[in-house]
């Protein structure tokens, strides 16, 4: 597949955002672009506040209650399997030129007894996008998600600081690539809409 795995340090960071803008840069370019969130708590699928219907994206598994994706399927009596979310994927990339699939919280959310996000990330064979605070703690969090991607055999294509820093975190980017060898992408500040981060994602869009 063609395209990236958007996931991040946490929860909150920004991934939908950052998901959304890129897309948005994308198509701006004339690219054709499918945004994928194979799953979601918090929110039905059409529940218009969902990340699914913000970005306008395919959802395969969504659940109403805003707990981690295991346990809300677990309170309504469902089970997350892989094979539907990499069918669903599968018919995306022969329909579309690049995929972005939106991933929930971090590498290691439970999906199943037997999936992880790092296990989805693995099985779609997409390069992570990580996305990070960029505030106060980033350096230890971001290169905490690198070293457990590595482990998992994962690519990690880059990284994207998403909010207002300080000058207490000027030096972030340049600490989080001389530890771990990855490009800091994109520095986005605190933004009202996704197309405006298009601007600060060129190193991404090529």
């Given at each position: 597949?063609?395209?990236?795995?958007?996931?991040a340090?946490?929860?909150?960071?920004?991934?939908?955002?950052?998901?959304?803008?890129?897309?948005a840069a994308?198509?701006?370019?004339?690219?054709?672009?499918?945004?994928?969130?194979?799953?979601?708590?918090?929110?039905?699928?059409?529940d218009?506040?969902?990340?699914?219907?913000?970005?306008?994206?395919?959802?395969?598994?969504?659940?109403?209650?805003?707990?981690?994706?295991?346990?809300?399927?677990?309170?309504?009596?469902?089970?997350?399997?892989?094979?539907?979310?990499?069918e669903?994927a599968?018919?995306?990339?022969?329909?579309?030129?690049?995929?972005?699939?939106?991933?929930?919280?971090?590498?290691?959310v439970?999906?199943?007894?037997?999936?992880?996000?790092?296990?989805l990330a693995?099985?779609?064979g997409l390069?992570?996008?990580i996305?990070a605070?960029?505030?106060?703690?980033t350096?230890?969090?971001?290169?905490?998600?690198?070293e457990?991607?590595?482990?998992?055999?994962?690519?990690v294509?880059?990284?994207?600081?998403?909010?207002?820093g300080?000058?207490?975190?000027?030096?972030?980017?340049?600490?989080?690539?001389?530890r771990s060898?990855?490009r800091?992408?994109?520095?986005?500040?605190?933004?009202?809409?996704?197309?405006?981060?298009?601007?600060?994602?060129?190193?991404l869009l090529?």
């Amino acid at each position: 597949m063609s395209g990236y795995f958007v996931t991040a340090t946490d929860t909150g960071v920004g991934k939908t955002f950052v998901t959304a803008g890129l897309a948005a840069a994308l198509r701006a370019r004339g690219r054709d672009v499918a945004v994928f969130k194979p799953v979601q708590s918090g929110a039905l699928a059409d529940d218009p506040l969902g990340d699914a219907a913000l970005l306008g994206a395919d959802c395969v598994y969504a659940f109403r209650a805003p707990l981690a994706p295991l346990i809300a399927a677990r309170a309504e009596g469902r089970q997350i399997e892989l094979e539907p979310i990499l069918e669903r994927a599968r018919e995306l990339e022969r329909e579309h030129e690049i995929l972005l699939v939106e991933g929930a919280g971090g590498l290691l959310v439970p999906l199943s007894d037997d999936l992880d996000v790092a296990g989805l990330a693995a099985a779609l064979g997409l390069p992570l996008l990580i996305v990070a605070r960029a505030g106060l703690g980033t350096v230890n969090h971001t290169l905490l998600t690198i070293e457990a991607a590595r482990a998992r055999g994962l690519e990690v294509a880059g990284v994207v600081l998403n909010g207002d820093g300080d000058e207490s975190t000027d030096d972030n980017p340049a600490l989080i690539e001389a530890r771990s060898s990855v490009r800091v992408l994109a520095r986005i500040p605190r933004l009202a809409d996704p197309s405006d981060a298009a601007g600060y994602l060129d190193d991404l869009l090529g």
